[in-house]
């Protein structure tokens, strides 16, 4: 069973930057397609980024795109995102999450993190 802890979480001025870490163990981590999924209050799970295991080809969100940028680290176990020109739309629990198969683009992930939150205030 993969293991995700997610950091780097906070309170942050609109236009402001922060970068999450995710750190995995107990899997193979180079094997699995990463994303990052947020959730804000009232709304349903929404796929931000996520980074294919093979290619390392990324994809973004539209409300995210130029903005955030997610990365991975194989040696590490670890997969990133970093974040700038924030908005308070983006004020939401932001999960890290893994899974087996090739699509990248989708919120059925198959392992998640507990969820950093992310507060952006205007």
């Known amino acids: 069973q993969v293991q995700l802890v997610e950091s780097g979480g906070g309170l942050v001025q609109a236009g402001g930057s922060l970068r999450l870490s995710c750190i995995t163990s107990?899997?193979?981590?180079?094997?699995?397609?990463m994303g990052w999924i947020r959730q804000a209050p009232g709304k349903e799970r929404e796929f931000v980024a996520g980074i294919a295991r093979s290619s390392g080809s990324t994809y973004y969100a539209d409300s995210v795109k130029g903005r955030f940028t997610i990365s991975r680290d194989n040696a590490k176990n670890t997969v990133y995102l970093q974040m700038n020109d924030l908005k308070p739309e983006d004020t939401a629990i932001y999960y890290c999450?893994?899974?087996?198969?090739?699509?990248?683009?989708?919120?059925?992930?198959?392992?998640w993190g507990q969820g950093t939150q992310v507060t952006v205030s205007s």
């Open positions: 999450a893994a899974r087996a198969g090739v699509v990248v683009i989708t919120t059925r992930y198959d392992y």
């Open positions: 107990r899997g193979t981590f180079s094997t699995y397609t």
